[in-house]
């Protein structure tokens, strides 16, 4: 080792976790911030892992909140079930931490299913079997009475909080770094580029392809169970076309191909919907103006088409901030 | 079991049918014209309903009921929807025309959830659903073994009207002939002294009429119009036109019909299968047979 | 004498009914610099497109150091030594210089995925060694300069250079540029001449390429093959063959060269 290499993303994790951790013991952050905290870094695992997919590897899916719902109920069934069998507190932290993987794994599982039939398909049409493919599993879950049906899962046991949330958040960040840095990571990127060229400079692309999705559903189906460890449910509607839209203009915003920029829009836009809630329930309780929450979702929607129009690449494009970018010997 | 494929069902499913196709057409035509799948097609739908709705309880005070009144309401579903057509492809997908088909795609989400989010949020319009109001007096009788309903007869009429004049423009007005050679080569034609936006733009106001006719037949048939009508019965209509050929104007009408027929009977057998057969059919025609049933095979030159 | 590197047995293709690819039988000799020429729309890229794995002929046979490689994905067949470079540059524009190289060596790394999620020291001695070695081949085509510049930035002629280094990173046998000298001026086509034959001598590789400019390819090509509609039409040493062409040219009273 020629110098010593900081390291910067650990530093900057450990310093916001430190500063968040304060500010809730010492009472200035209430639990409403914490759960819009907490949902901001679970949107930030989720729109990250579609990066992963739509951005670096260049490929289309829009079912992608799918992936988070098999994590979702797979965690939530599994805790459900056991926690009632097992009343100890070290046994129950276990219990979760091996049913968040298991929920990763059963996603992955899934991703595999999906991504290896439909990756021969080209862009508009990848992007319809995904969304078919999410609709099925939303469907499914919806129909499938012993985990509630229509009603959802319901009684999943909180172990969700901000320490458990931020070290998954963390580690799946690390990963994915280090995944997209790496030799792997760009034969990715160059399917993205130019998949012709990729494939004749040796790349297998179908495998790089089904990597891709695998690795996006398994940390998607991380994600979910967190989710569903925070909320306490499992909802088919959580987890429809319209949840991985907004996973869409998250990834969008940010910047297609930028896991910073997917950071920064879901902190941003977690935090807006809240504000926009906030704001429009004031004009509507305070002021008398009839309006509801729908309205956020128009303004997503004007959002979306906004971005697409005039400013494609987002707020980073495809650049990544300096604290995300593992630096490398240039002679 | 014997149910299932009765003629009740069949005719129950050509019904439905009747008004997938009206859907699927505009999906094909725009997807043969500019190669987008415009997800915001079954939002039109949704849009000709409450048009209609809005006509009648306009018109409601001056025009008498029954067929005089439907007509109109009719046109006014069609304006409604063709009009809101025409404005997404002149604000949302024109600008994008030369740039990644991608952009278009998810534009086109974009606009979608624009219309369902901007009539859910609008107060007069509001989120909840409202009852369609019963434009004419509904007769029930038998056909053999099947009851059947003079808005079967409507939906089925009105349906075959349209398609029938589709296919004239198509094959024998000079506007017919340059979409179709839009669609084949767009270049080409622009080559040819054919103003190719004004036939893109024209292909969206059919498309989109042609939906919000379906958004009036739907109404009157299952009586209930909400803002997010238009998400499933759009999607499953693009399935139809996937089905049948993506691109291709009979294929469309085949496709919806096949879609109508099997979701009527796999609903009869089972809810699930119901609601999940139209992405089973999308799936193994993807992965099976891309081009659908009346599609052609087009190789990339490289 | 030896096995020649790549020899096409009675190769046809149809597009459907229309035939690109006639009956094509010739030997590629190792280490020599073989040129296919002819009108556009002739076959020559689709020619490419059939040994590299693109298309699967119709008919015939590819043998590459004696081994068929007719149904191979064309990765596979890259791994195996065929490398190729596009007529219309296909680099990864948003991509630096470098890694547009590393991507092509990519296939010969033996670190697997979870090694380089947790960057093991492996992982990371791999990495480095690639680093170093696509470091040289930059430096041998002169674009040490732009190393860690983004593709999409460099100028026209070192986006040429950057495609060939990049087949070459692949280690092959067998290159196949596809028209390398399209849109140069003479001096850069002089450049790319000694390019070639640097090479075709330093790497020990047998170049078969396409290309237009009739100066390019006499000036370089130690064996040159005509094609026109998928058939050919001349083989053999430029010099005769070029006169064959100019009588060729003179009977179909095309202008399908430029000299």
């Known amino acids: 080792m020629d110098k010593f290499k900081l390291p910067k993303l650990a530093i900057a994790g450990a310093i916001f976790y430190a500063v968040v951790q304060l500010l809730i013991l010492t009472g200035v952050l209430n639990g409403y911030f914490v759960v819009i905290i907490n949902r901001s870094l679970i949107f930030v695992i989720l729109a990250c892992t579609l990066n992963l997919i739509n951005g670096i590897t260049g490929q289309f899916s829009l079912g992608h909140m799918g992936f988070a719902a098999v994590g979702a109920y797979v965690s939530g069934t599994i805790t459900t079930i056991l926690c009632k069998l097992n009343p100890h507190a070290f046994g129950d932290n276990m219990i979760f931490l091996a049913a968040i993987i298991i929920g990763g794994i059963g996603a992955a599982i899934v991703g595999f299913l999906i991504g290896f039939p439909s990756l021969r398909l080209k862009g508009d049409y990848l992007a319809i079997v995904t969304l078919g493919f999410g609709e099925i599993i939303r469907t499914i879950l919806n129909n499938i009475a012993y985990v509630g049906g229509p009603r959802g899962l319901l009684g999943i046991p909180k172990f969700s909080n901000f320490t458990v949330i931020f070290l998954f958040t963390f580690f799946t960040m690390v990963l994915l770094r280090n995944l997209v840095q790496s030799s792997h990571g760009r034969a990715m990127l160059s399917i993205r580029e130019n998949e012709l060229a990729s494939e004749l400079a040796g790349v297998d692309t179908t495998k790089y392809k089904v990597l891709g999705f695998v690795v996006g559903a398994f940390f998607a189906g991380i994600a979910g169970g967190l989710l569903a460890h925070l909320l306490q449910i499992a909802h088919p509607t959580q987890y429809g076309f319209y949840a991985s839209s907004i996973l869409l203009i998250m990834v969008y915003a940010g910047g297609m191909g930028s896991l910073t920029g997917s950071m920064i829009a879901a902190f941003s836009l977690t935090f807006l919907t809240e504000g926009l809630r906030v704001g429009i329930d004031w004009l509507r309780d305070s002021v008398g103006i009839p309006i509801g929450t729908e309205w956020t979702m128009v303004i997503y929607a004007l959002l979306l088409i906004f971005i697409m129009l005039f400013k494609t690449e987002g707020f980073m494009g495809m650049r990544e901030s300096k604290i995300l970018i593992i630096e490398e010997k240039r002679v | 079991m014997g149910s299932i494929f009765s003629f009740q069902q069949i005719v129950n499913g050509l019904q439905l049918g009747a008004i997938y196709a009206l859907i699927a057409l505009g999906y094909t035509m725009v997807y043969g014209i500019v190669r987008l799948i415009n997800f915001a097609h079954g939002d039109f739908f949704m849009v000709g309903a409450y048009a209609a709705y809005g006509a009648f309880y306009l018109f409601n005070f001056f025009l008498p009921q029954g067929g005089g009144m439907a007509f109109v309401v009719l046109i006014l579903a069609m304006l409604g ?59 029930m009788f038998s056909i053999g073994s099947a009851q059947v309903s003079n808005y079967v007869m409507i939906d089925l009429t009105v349906a075959a009207v349209l398609m029938i004049g589709l296919t004239l423009l198509i094959q024998k007005t000079p506007m017919g002939k340059a979409m179709r050679a839009v669609s084949q080569d767009k270049d080409a034609a622009k080559l040819m002294g054919i103003d190719v936006e004004k036939v893109i733009s024209f292909t969206f106001l059919i498309g989109g009429s042609f939906a919000g006719a379906a958004g009036l037949l739907a109404g009157l048939t299952y009586p209930r119009i909400g803002p997010y009508m238009g998400i499933l019965p759009g999607l499953k209509a693009f399935i139809a036109a996937v089905l049948g050929g993506i691109g291709n104007v009979p294929g469309a009408v085949l496709g919806a019909f096949i879609m109508g027929i099997a979701e009527t009977c796999a609903t009869a057998y089972n809810s699930l299968l119901g609601e999940g057969i139209a992405f089973v059919i999308l799936i193994v025609v993807l992965l099976l047979r891309p081009n659908g049933i009346l599609g052609e095979k087009t190789a990339d030159k490289i | 004498m030896s096995v020649p590197v790549l020899s096409i047995q009675k190769m046809s293709h149809y597009f459907g009914g229309l035939k690109a690819v006639s009956d094509f039988t010739f030997d590629v000799p190792e280490g020599v610099i073989y040129g296919l020429i002819g009108p556009n729309g002739s076959g020559k890229t689709t020619t490419f497109n059939l040994v590299t794995g693109i298309y699967t002929p119709t008919e015939g046979k590819i043998l590459f150091d004696g081994k068929d490689i007719v149904g191979e994905k064309p ?112 001096k850069e086509t002089e450049d790319l001449m000694k390019l070639v034959r640097r090479v075709r001598d330093e790497f020990k590789v047998t170049i078969f390429l396409i290309e237009h400019h009739m100066k390019f390819v006499t000036g370089i090509c130690e064996r040159v093959k005509v094609i026109d509609f998928g058939e050919t039409i001349a083989e053999g040493k430029p010099e005769d063959v070029v006169k064959d062409v100019k009588v060729l040219e003179a009977y179909l009273g095309r202008k399908a060269v430029v000299c």
């Open chain 2, 81 to 139: 929807g063709g009009a809101v057509a025409l404005l997404s492809n002149q604000f949302a997908y024109k600008p994008l025309r030369y740039k990644p088909r991608l952009s278009s795609l998810v534009t086109a989400i974009g606009v979608s959830m624009l219309l369902e989010y901007l009539f859910s949020a609008t107060p007069f319009i509001g989120p909840s659903p409202r009852g369609f109001p019963e434009l004419m007096k509904k007769h």
């Open chain 3, 75 to 186: 990765f596979r067949i890259v791994h195996k030594g065929i490398a190729r470079t596009f007529q219309n540059l296909r680099i990864f524009a948003n991509l630096t210089v470098m890694d547009n190289i590393r991507v092509a060596r990519h296939f010969t790394t033996k670190s697997g995925v979870f090694t380089s999620f947790l960057r093991l020291p492996s992982f990371l001695k791999e990495t480095e060694q690639v680093r170093e070695e696509c470091m040289e081949l930059i430096k041998l085509m002169n674009l040490e300069h732009r190393a860690y510049d983004t593709a999409k930035n460099l100028p026209y002629g070192e986006l040429r250079r950057l495609e060939v280094a990049r087949a070459l990173a692949t280690h092959p046998k067998l290159i196949l540029l596809d028209e390398p000298a399209a849109g140069m001026n003479p």
